[in-house]
């Protein structure tokens, strides 16, 4: 029952959440305690709204900026621009332009002005820098260019303090009602009984109210620096820049006008700038407009906005602004505020925490009415009704401080908090293990997970290629460390075709670095053909500066080629393209011979290039072709670029290792019930040789090709799709509809890694997205909501490990409290009407809720995760969080604590031969303890919830000793010191071991209820 209404009203997604759930389950959490607590990990929607503002005006501003620049691009002839002037400290420090002009420039797309200072090289002389070189690195003058400029940080809210979250911890509307009933206390007492004995009750609650309040600040505290360490993590973006002539890797915030940022497809546009020169550029300012319609970039356009992301192409990029003169800036600035969406888990146990807060305030209220009818019955038989003293006074005072710490115990508003404790922690721990965690919602999303959709390389690779077989020429070869042999047997012209194809039909580079030594940029298999290039004699710069690029179309998953074209030394057009073999061989309908010479491509030279590519892809290469087309009737660079009619050079394989440990973390996933399935963009046969090393084709899967997954039928895909084990030559439609059916159709817990740009898509359709965290581009780490740190599939293993982890510990915290907030409520109301008294008082009862729940969810909501949460299966998308198991296990104890401390209410005097004026103090300091030792072993019960042995691992598990050691030494100073403030006397050695005994005796009843089987 419980679990429908959860279903029915606190139900949201793990992710892309609408508003309208979000704000649901907070209409529905009615009596909350701590409203400034409760909702301090969720949705900020007014500063949501703010930001959407922002983006609305950006949108309009920048719709408005380009028309005007449109329209005056037509009149810019003979119109003469007011006379700017220099301020003069941007003089004093070299410079001949300010920071606001530049902003106006590029954020109004202001084409007068920009041709005004003279286009990207006058802008790049008035600020000091070259747009070949790059800025200078002197310190001092990078100092004056920041002072005067800026930096590339926005301005983000001050860290909170301590005492803010002690004041947040006082709003407590309990805790604040029990401060008025201790005031109130402390001057009636004082004033029947005078000082100090009329003192001890109120300064009792006074002191348990500062105990709370503190313990929670510190927890809270602590939680909030571990969150601000992970989003410094975040904020982690590098980019290629160059500076004094060498280009080197950055970090944004270091950027400033007058860098030369090198861009590529999928980077984020990390400051305001100018285009400077590239190709084929088209730019998503979505984020930054709202506007899905990609723009072209180019020197027309030259303007690039921070925060926009490069959707295609490559370019070099001028710096013009930074930080918070960027609008980029400002938006992020609101962004931040916004907060993360709130979690399927902080939902639920919000619901968990309003039904038994509801149930709590009942119970209060009707054992405040028992108490207050008893006193006035007994009153009543006394003939003193109209009579009232300040006993009489204190003791109304002490019932509605029960009834209120009634509410402090049953309202459990620790749960949801627990949930954000836990993640901190393993999020923290996780960031250890190479894992960064985005948002919230993935760290638990990720235990319930049921499949995993890997990419090949890099994820299962280890992405070091290197070139270890050609086909030139029709003739095979392996490839060895000095490649010489191989120049000997090509002829000249073939040589040199293949050097021109290698160096200028590239999306890397080869730069001389700082020691003078030749360094390779780009993507790894870029730099793997780059190698080859220079191990067979070639000179980079030199092509690059024989021939001159006139077109370029960048490599992107779906065309899965790159293609340029290239102006010839001697005159004369030519096209180079390289991809997938068998996509460009399909193009090619020449091949070079044996002796270098252009021969059509009949079917015998066709079918020995498919068994070489065949060959090569079976022994796990990764297989690319490279062709030219000679361009004889001329080109233009608004032209296509021809896809038929090359001339195939040749074939090469690179071999990419299988990473260590993948074979093992495969397996470790199938024993935890997730399948693993391999998506990839590579050869059938490459991905299969690949799959069966690692473990995930086995005989009964199936290797499908995307072209053929993506015609069949919806009928055929629901037979087929459950035994997909691996998917080559894959689009990125190809996974995200295979993503979507898995999700929909067949109810899957969909994790799903991505690297590219065009992955994007799937990594937002997926239930959890994993982004690459050396290959992949920004677009596809904003998209995800894990960040692989170290690109390896066994770093994916840990986080699934750390996911079940956290849903499993909140789990035994969950039980653990609800145990100790049924016990607590009937003690104290059956006690209240049964006997007319409350046998725990305020002081004990808030000592209890600190117990179970800072205290609690430290301990319980820590452990670290151990190898058997991988034997078992995931909880899915159906699982209920309140399982059996737990009702069974808090039924179970519940009823047991409640029979023993009955027993005592009832029975203890006698047992305990019980007698004189303290009988009923030394009584109910008895309960009190029991009560309290009975959590303490329960706590232990609870670190395993099916497994008899709870002792296991749990001197790893420091906290949770520590804060059970805490509490044990704690619990005695209360009893034998502090029996004034906390109404407890001393107890002999016998009521000790008896205290100890009975909490013990919860062991072996909580190993007997384990074997039942619900």
Request: net charge negative.
């Amino acid at each position: 029952m419980m679990q429908r209404y959860l279903d029915d009203n606190f139900e949201v997604k793990s992710k892309n959440s609408s508003e309208e759930a979000l704000q649901r389950w907070r209409k529905l959490c009615g009596f909350v305690k701590n409203p400034k607590r409760r909702f301090r990990f969720t949705a900020n929607f007014p500063q949501r709204d703010k930001a959407a503002a922002m983006r609305r005006t950006n949108q309009e501003k920048l719709r408005v900026a380009v028309l005007v620049s449109k329209a005056a691009f037509q009149f810019i002839q003979g119109v003469e621009l007011s006379d700017y002037k220099v301020p003069e400290e941007v003089k004093a420090a070299g410079f001949q332009i300010c920071g606001d002009e530049l902003g106006s420039i590029v954020e109004g797309h202001d084409v007068k002005k920009f041709r005004h200072h003279g286009g990207v090289d006058g802008i790049a002389e008035k600020l000091s820098t070259s747009t070949t070189e790059g800025l200078n690195i002197d310190t001092e003058l990078l100092n004056k260019r920041q002072q005067i400029y800026g930096i590339n940080k926005f301005t983000e809210s001050e860290p909170t303090s301590f005492w803010v979250f002690v004041w947040e911890a006082f709003q407590d509307m309990t805790l604040m009602i029990l401060g008025v009933c201790a005031i109130v206390s402390l001057l009636v007492g004082i004033a029947t009984e005078g000082w100090p004995k009329g003192a001890h009750d109120g300064l009792g609650i006074v002191a348990s109210i500062l105990l709370v309040v503190f313990v929670t600040a510190i927890s809270d505290y602590r939680q909030s620096l571990q969150f601000r360490d992970l989003d410094k993590e975040k904020k982690k973006i590098s980019i290629q820049v160059t500076r004094n002539g060498y280009r080197q890797k950055m970090s944004i915030y270091e950027l400033l006008p007058g860098d030369i940022v090198h861009l590529s497809i999928g980077d984020q546009v990390p400051a305001d700038g100018l285009f400077v020169s590239g190709f084929s550029v088209l730019i998503d300012e979505s984020s930054l407009t709202g506007e899905s319609e990609p723009v072209a970039v180019n020197s027309e356009n030259p303007f690039l906005l921070s925060g926009t992301k490069v959707q295609d192409g490559s370019c070099k990029m001028l710096v013009t602004s930074v930080g918070m003169k960027t609008q980029w800036g400002k938006l992020m600035a609101t962004l931040s505020e916004g907060g993360d969406d709130e979690t399927p888990l902080q939902v639920k146990l919000n619901g968990v925490a309003t039904i038994i807060g509801k149930i709590g305030l009942f119970f209060a209220v009707v054992t405040f009415a028992v108490l207050v009818q008893g006193l006035l019955s007994q009153k009543l038989l006394e003939g003193s009704l109209r009579s009232w003293t300040g006993d009489d006074a204190l003791a109304l005072l002490e019932f509605f401080a029960v009834a209120v710490t009634i509410v402090v115990v049953a309202v459990p508003e620790g749960l949801p908090l627990a949930v954000t404790l836990s993640l901190a922690f393993a999020m923290k721990k996780m960031m250890n293990d190479k894992a960064l965690v985005r948002h919230l919602a993935a760290c638990e999303t990720m235990g319930s997970a049921t499949t995993i959709c890997s990419d090949k390389t890099g994820t299962l690779t280890t992405n070091h290629m290197t070139v270890v077989k050609t086909c030139f020429c029709m003739n095979s070869k392996e490839v060895n460390i000095k490649a010489s042999s191989l120049c000997s047997e090509l002829s000249e012209s073939s040589l040199k075709l293949l050097l021109q194809s290698i160096f200028n039909n590239t999306g890397g580079e080869v730069v001389i670095n700082q020691n003078g030594k030749h360094e390779i940029l780009g993507t790894p298999t870029e730099a793997a053909i780059l190698e080859f290039g220079l191990s067979l004699g070639g000179d980079f710069q030199g092509e690059r500066q024989a021939c001159k690029l006139v077109k370029v179309e960048p490599f992107n998953s779906t065309k899965k080629k790159m293609s340029v074209v290239v102006e010839l030394p001697g005159g004369g057009l030519r096209a180079h393209c390289k991809g997938a073999s068998e996509i460009i061989l399909a193009a090619c309908d020449k091949v070079l011979n044996s002796n270098g010479e252009v021969v059509p491509l009949d079917e015998g030279s066709t079918n020995h290039l498919k068994a070489t590519i065949n060959q090569f892809a079976s022994e796990a290469l990764r297989t690319l072709c490279l062709a030219y087309f000679e361009l004889e009737n001329g080109f233009s660079a608004e032209d296509p670029i021809p896809v038929s009619g090359y001339t195939c050079i040749g074939v090469v394989g690179i071999k990419d290792p299988v990473r260590p440990g993948v074979k093992e973390s495969v397996a470790e996933c199938r024993s935890a019930g997730i399948t693993v399935r391999m998506v990839t963009g590579d050869n059938i046969n490459t991905a299969k040789a690949i799959a069966r090393e690692c473990g995930i084709l086995t005989d009964d899967g199936i290797a499908i090709e995307g072209p053929e997954f993506r015609e069949k039928s919806e009928k055929e895909l629901l037979e087929l799709i459950p035994r997909i084990q691996v998917m080559a030559r894959s689009s990125p439609l190809d996974k995200h509809m295979l993503v979507k059916h898995l999700r929909t159709t067949f109810g899957e817990v969909v994790a799903v890694t991505g690297d590219g740009t065009n992955d994007a898509p799937a990594l937002h359709e997926a239930d959890i997205g994993l982004a690459m965290g050396i290959a992949g581009t920004e677009v596809a780490k904003e998209s995800a909501d894990v960040i692989i740190l170290d690109d390896n599939f066994s770093t994916i293993v840990t986080v699934a490990k750390w996911g079940r982890s956290v849903y499993i510990n909140i789990q035994k915290f969950v039980q653990f409290q609800l145990t100790v907030n049924v016990v607590a409520l009937i003690v104290n109301f059956t006690s209240a009407c049964l006997t007319g008294t409350a046998p725990l008082t305020a002081v004990q009862l808030l000592w209890v809720n600190m117990i179970m729940d800072t205290l609690g969810a430290l301990a319980l909501a820590t452990e670290p995760p151990n190898d058997d949460l991988m034997k078992r299966s995931p909880v899915g998308r159906k699982g209920n969080f309140i399982s059996n198991v737990m009702w069974r296990n808090i039924l179970g104890q519940s009823v047991y604590q409640f029979m023993v401390l009955w027993f005592l209410q009832s029975r203890g005097k006698s047992f305990f031969l019980l007698d004189g004026p303290d009988s009923d103090l030394v009584l109910n300091t008895l309960i009190f303890n029991t009560f309290v030792f009975c959590q303490v072993f329960n706590e232990i019960n609870s670190r395993e919830m099916e497994k008899i042995n709870v002792f296991k691992g749990i001197l790893e598990n420091y906290v949770f000793v520590g804060v059970i050691g805490a509490t044990v030494f704690f619990q005695i100073i209360i009893v034998e010191y502090l029996g004034t403030f906390a109404n407890t006397t001393p107890l002999t050695l016998a009521q000790w071991f008896f205290c100890l005994f009975v909490g013990f005796l919860s062991m072996p009843i909580a190993a007997r209820l384990k074997k039942i089987h619900v």
